[in-house]
Nanobody
Framework: QVQLAESGGGLVRAGDPLILSCAASGRSFSSSAMGWFRQAPGKEREFVAS????????YYGDSVKGRFAISRDNAQNRVNLHMNSVKPEDTGVYYC?????????????????WGQGTQVTVSP
């Protein structure tokens, strides 16, 4: 399995940019698709973005499409989420996850390694 640690969360104002980073360790990272999910208080975990093992394909949730971008650096064992034009409804705990497959996925069931999460709070 892959061990994951998120960083970069915090308090930002609506419209500001924010970059979340996920540091990964483990031999299977470079062959695994990666994803970001988020969970707001009282809501279910929501798919945000996914990237294939080599970065050649990406997939986004409808609520972030056009505003967020996912990238990865297999040499650095890192996955980033570039968040632009953030909104208060983007508030939540953001989780990095490693998939059991190499192609993009959006179902939480396709991911078997999860980080502890990083809190993002967007003020109006």
């Amino acid at each position: 399995q892959v061990q994951l640690a998120e960083s970069g969360g915090g308090l930002v104002r609506a419209g500001d940019p924010l970059i979340l980073s996920c540091a990964a360790s483990g031999r299977s990272f470079s062959s695994s698709a990666m994803g970001w999910f988020r969970q707001a208080p009282g809501k279910e975990r929501e798919f945000v973005a996914s990237i294939s093992w080599n970065g050649g394909a990406t997939y986004y949730g409808d609520s972030v499409k056009g505003r967020f971008a996912i990238s990865r650096d297999n040499a650095q064992n890192r996955v980033n989420l570039h968040m632009n034009s953030v909104k208060p409804e983007d508030t939540g705990v953001y989780y990095c996850a490693a998939a059991t497959r190499s192609l993009v996925a959006r179902s939480p069931q396709a991911f078997n390694s999860w980080g502890q999460g990083t809190q993002v709070t967007v003020s109006p």
